[in-house]
């Protein structure tokens, strides 16, 4: 019998750890996993530049003769976005004579024929439309803007009439300049470029509204449409889509209103999406959970508002170096971009049915950003010259951002099934006929070991793997390829990394299972979070498969300092909530919007849910609550259990709450889904046998010590047993002692971890199992409570008179009795408990000796009495 021994108080477990941080990754390679229809790697959407394959910057004086070549078809990237052509050409294009403020139609068109009969004789490029397979054509702010601070064309000098002006020049720019002969028309049409950047204020307002920015983009889209109806069009180009700044007043004044205002007339949403690693000497990220609570939070509003999700054209991501701005080129420089644009891929790539593109902002040269004040390029570059940063001057070759583009070159094929144990460490596998792709995205901060499980390869043997690694080292990043044994199980994942591990088969594998994700919303999003008050939520229409797995999206928008581990109830049920979330603690943003992901067992899932959060502190809000339903094919997650990992089982024993409660319980989650079957055997006869696949909770329990001895049947040689202590709670007690001053009170505290002490209308709480307090003149009221009324309350007044004190106390033979002036002359009176006067002496000196040890053991009370007055009493122990 394989045996662990476990033991349980209250409801704290005890595991053992290793000693070294390790993350375990299961891959399926015969599962496909589809999102929505999406099962397969789409280059087109994920590996791509912000260029267009017309562009003069992919010519001159080139480490390569042919730089289109080498880099898109070398490292099969794709075109991703154009900002230039149709904004070049408004700003020459002539005003209509009869209608100012419109472009002319005639000189449009001309125009366009040009445009299109110049690149039909450019035939070198249109070997590159193959790499336009998902293009984006955005209007750039200016001149196109009709808004306050309006700019009129550069070169014509005349001013866009209104956002129909505005519309009707970009639909017949595409129907003129594109198709036929010319480019092809653009799959992504955004109406402008970063509206509110300039217009709404930066980064940190959230008072402004973007009231006329939503009433630009419907007037623009309805004049596009006009001219050709077939292009899908979006915005509104979000820099910063921050909404939880200002307790998420931001969201209403802008995200929120433009879906309001614009969503029906909108195709996809737009937005740029950057991490700021050094921001004034900050750090502050979107990769992580603050992105994935970004999108939840928008895809949950727009479920609820128009009845449906849209596409999202991530026209601009990667890393903005605020610090770094005026600096000459350097490899770290890139490495800060390079490391957010993997971390935030993966992030895309868990979603490709909602992404539509998503376009990192690396242009190819950007001479047209060069710093003349500083006199440094541009920062956002594919190319630099090959005497940077020295100086400006040498042949052009790659940047350090070309690493990317070698790491992901290779990666294609289906979407297989991943499990990560760890949030941090972002996992995905793709299969290609004989070859298999894992991919790892560390969003740790410390390297990371990465323990690789495999499963349904049958017969198949490993005929290679060869190992892609892109870590920084010391200032600049680093890029690793190299063969690795085929009996590898674990890698050494470094800091902020990422690693793509190419495994090689000697035949190809058969995908025969399957795992389908849909994503079920609440009937309510963003509700505010008050103390000890559960929230609740509908989650509804929910189908599930016989086999699958759930997990739990909770986004939350909260000052720093709140507490950010609610109890969370799905149908009733109370879930564990882990204490991770993906990235880091978000310690230099305005306040922490993460999305928790809590695994919930499957069977828990209804049709139809009831879900509760409940925080023990007031502020913020719930922003999103979404269930993430894997529905797989068969029991996908059975091995054979020798198999398992020692991890596997998560078990916590929860005390009865009171004396005399026998309402203990017993909690178990399995990571792996098996048929189980736990024999639970304790105190006063308890044995009972319960079958489960992933989670067992068992409630009415007696205190006591409960051997736990679970197996699988169609594994008959397999046992484990664990060792369960329920408890339950001790009496309150409290003893106490005042200083021989008379000025401090010292309590011993026992029978819980929390006390809540009242002392003269003041309370504290506190763990400690001592603590000292001051006390006053005259009477002192002192109550003590625990978080539970059934251990009692203990109460005590304690009148102090520092005309008198009495040492030492506690007394064995003889105590002294020091008396001020006015207690001269009095009488002293001792009394039991039990109020029966047992010594009585009269007092004529300041110092005055008492025999006790006549007297038993216990607790006595002092009186003084003068002029047939009580003028002060004590207590005193005798042991």
């Known amino acids: 019998m394989k045996r662990a021994l476990l033991h349980f108080l209250s409801i704290v477990f005890l595991i053992s750890f290793p000693a070294i941080s390790q ?5 399926n390679f015969n599962v496909k996993h589809t999102v929505g229809e999406v099962d397969t790697f789409q280059r087109e959407k994920f590996i791509t530049i912000h260029a267009n394959q017309t562009e003069n910057e992919w010519e ?12 898109l078809n070398g490292y ?6 154009d900002t230039g052509g149709i904004t070049w050409n408004l700003n020459f294009m002539p005003e209509d004579p009869t209608r100012p403020g419109f472009a002319d139609p005639a000189q449009i068109a001309s125009k366009g024929l040009n445009s299109r009969n110049n690149y039909a004789s450019k035939t070198h490029l249109h070997a590159y439309e193959a790499r336009k397979l998902n293009h984006v054509i955005a209007a750039q702010l200016h001149p196109f803007w009709t808004g306050e601070s309006q700019r009129a064309t550069s070169n014509t000098g005349w001013k866009l009439a209104s956002p129909t002006a505005t519309g009707e020049y970009m639909g017949r720019y595409f129907n003129e300049f594109h198709g036929g002969n010319g480019q092809p028309e653009p799959d992504w049409v955004e109406v402008i470029n970063e509206p509110a950047y300039e217009a709404l204020g930066g980064k940190s307002n959230y008072t402004n509204s973007l009231q006329e920015i939503a009433d630009f983009h419907v007037e623009v889209a309805d004049a596009i449409r006009a001219q050709n109806p077939n292009l899908k069009i979006g915005g509104y180009t979000a820099a910063f889509p921050d909404f939880e700044t200002g307790d998420f007043q931001r969201w209403l004044n802008r995200d929120k209103l433009f879906v309001d205002v614009a969503g029906e007339k909108m195709d996809f949403w737009s937005w740029h999406l950057y991490d700021f690693p050094v ?3 900050k750090m502050d990220l979107r990769s992580g959970s603050n992105l994935e609570a970004t999108f939840d939070m928008h895809d949950h509003y727009s479920m609820l508002k128009l009845g449906k999700t849209k596409q999202y054209v991530i026209s601009e991501y990667g890393a903005q170096t605020h610090d770094l701005r005026n600096d000459a080129w350097s490899a770290y420089r890139d490495w800060l971009f390079i490391k957010a644009q993997n971390s935030m891929m993966m992030s895309f790539m868990e979603r490709p049915d909602a992404i539509a593109i998503a376009i990192p902002f690396t242009i190819v040269k950007a001479e047209w950003g060069f710093n003349n004040t500083h006199n440094v390029p541009y920062g956002a570059r594919l190319m630099r010259k090959s005497n940077e940063p020295a100086s400006y001057t040498g042949q052009w070759v790659y940047t350090d951002r070309v690493k990317f583009y070698e790491l992901w070159q290779n990666v294609k094929g289906t979407r297989v099934d991943t499990k990560s144990d760890n949030l941090d460490i972002q996992v995905d596998s793709y299969v290609d006929g004989d070859k298999a792709f894992i991919i790892l995205n560390n969003l740790l901060f410390t390297d990371e070991e990465i323990n690789l499980s495999m499963f349904e390869l049958g017969e198949k043997t490993i005929s290679s793997i060869q190992k892609k690694h892109l870590y920084l080292s010391g200032d600049a990043p680093v890029f690793i390829d190299e063969s690795i044994p085929v009996n590898t199980s674990s890698v050494t994942l470094s800091a902020e990394s990422t690693m793509i591990l190419e495994i090689a088969f000697d035949e190809s594998i058969t995908i025969d299972e399957t795992n389908e994700e849909v994503k079920y919303y609440a009937t309510e999003y963003l509700k505010p979070i008050s103390a000890n008050q559960p929230i609740t939520f ?6 599930k498969n016989t086999y699958g797995e759930t997990i739990l999206r909770v986004g939350i928008g909260r000052d720093h300092g709140k507490d950010l581990k609610p109890i969370i109830k799905v149908n009733s049920s109370e879930i564990n909530v882990p204490d991770n979330w993906r990235g880091y603690n978000q310690a230099d943003k305005g306040r922490f ?23 023990p502190d007031s502020g913020g809000h719930v922003s999103s609550i979404i269930l993430q339903v894997f529905n797989f094919s068969s029991n996908i997650r059975e091995i054979n259990p020798s198999q398992m990992p020692s991890s596997n089982y998560r078990i916590k024993g929860t005390s009865a709450t009171c004396i005399g409660e026998n309402n203990g319980a017993i909690n178990i989650v399995t990571s792996f889904n098996q048929n189980y079957k736990a024999t639970v055997s304790g105190p006063d006869g308890y044995n009972e046998i ?3 696949t992933n989670t067992l909770d068992t409630q009415g329990l007696n205190p006591g010590t409960y051997n736990i001895v679970i197996t699988v049947p169609a594994y008959p040689e397999y046992d484990i047993e664990f060792v369960v202590e329920i408890g339950e709670p001790e009496p309150l007690d409290v003893t106490s002692k005042i200083s021989d001053s008379k000025n401090a009170l010292t309590l011993n505290l026992g029978g819980s971890e929390n006390y809540y002490i009242d002392l003269n209308g003041r309370e504290i709480q506190t763990s400690s199992k001592t603590i000292t307090l001051d006390l006053i003149d005259g009477a002192n009221k002192l109550k003590v409570r625990t978080d539970k009324d059934c251990q009692g309350i203990y109460e005590e007044i304690f009148f102090i008179d520092k005309s008198f004190f009495l040492f030492p106390n506690p007394v064995k033979e003889e105590l002294t009795v020091v008396v001020s002036d006015e207690l001269m002359n009095s009488k002293a009176q001792i009394y039991n408990v039990l109020g029966t006067l047992v010594k009585e002496l009269s007092i004529y000196k300041s110092q005055n000796r008492i025999s006790v040890n006549n007297l038993k053991q216990g607790i006595y009370i002092i009186t003084f009495e003068k002029d047939k007055n009580n003028v002060g009493f004590s207590k005193f122990v005798v042991y």
């Open 23 to 27: 993350t375990n990754v299961d891959v």
């Open 279 to 281: 921001f004034g000497g």
């Open 76 to 81: 099969d990237v794709y075109l991703g976005r």
């Open 60 to 71: 001159g004086d080139n480490f390569t003769a042919d730089l289109r070549d080498h880099f």
């Open 538 to 543: 509908q989650v509804n229409d929910v189908v």
């Open 690 to 692: 319960f079958d489960f």
């Open 593 to 615: 919007f993460g999305t928790l992901e809590i695994p919930i067992p499957f069977g828990l899932l209804n049709n139809d849910n009831t879900i509760t959060v409940e925080f």
